[in-house]
């Protein structure tokens, strides 16, 4: 069974940043796509960025140019770098990992974006 848990949310300031961390257990977490997804309130769940276990990522376009996905697979953890924050990526942040026949969420954690 994989477990994800995720950190770093918090509050900030418009055009601050943070960089959100999602460790999972077990083995072979190289092997699978890992990716960050946000909700808010009333809305369905969205892609922000997945990355591949070769490296490739993928960005919404609300993100692009602002937020970074990484992967450290000796340490089974992915990470979401996000700068320039504006005050609509406030919401909570859930991170995946896809083994292709199963879906594991983490139990998201929030971002706010506020003056």
């Known amino acids: 069974q994989v477990q994800l848990v995720e950190s770093g949310g918090g509050l900030v300031q418009p055009g601050g940043s943070l960089r959100l961390s999602c460790a999972a257990s077990?083995?072979?977490?190289?092997?699978?796509?890992m990716g960050w997804y946000r909700q808010a309130p009333g809305k369905q769940r969205e892609l922000v960025a997945r990355?591949?276990?070769?490296?490739?990522?993928h960005y919404a376009d609300s993100v692009k140019g602002r937020f970074t996905i990484s992967r450290d697979n000796a340490k089974n953890t992915v990470y979401l770098q996000m700068n320039s924050l504006k005050p609509e990526d406030t919401t909570v942040y859930y991170c995946k990992l896809a083994t292709g026949w199963s879906d594991y969420w983490g139990q998201g954690t929030q971002v706010t974006v506020s003056s």
């Open positions: 077990g083995s072979a977490f190289s092997r699978y796509v």
């Open positions: 990355i591949t276990p070769g490296g490739s990522t």
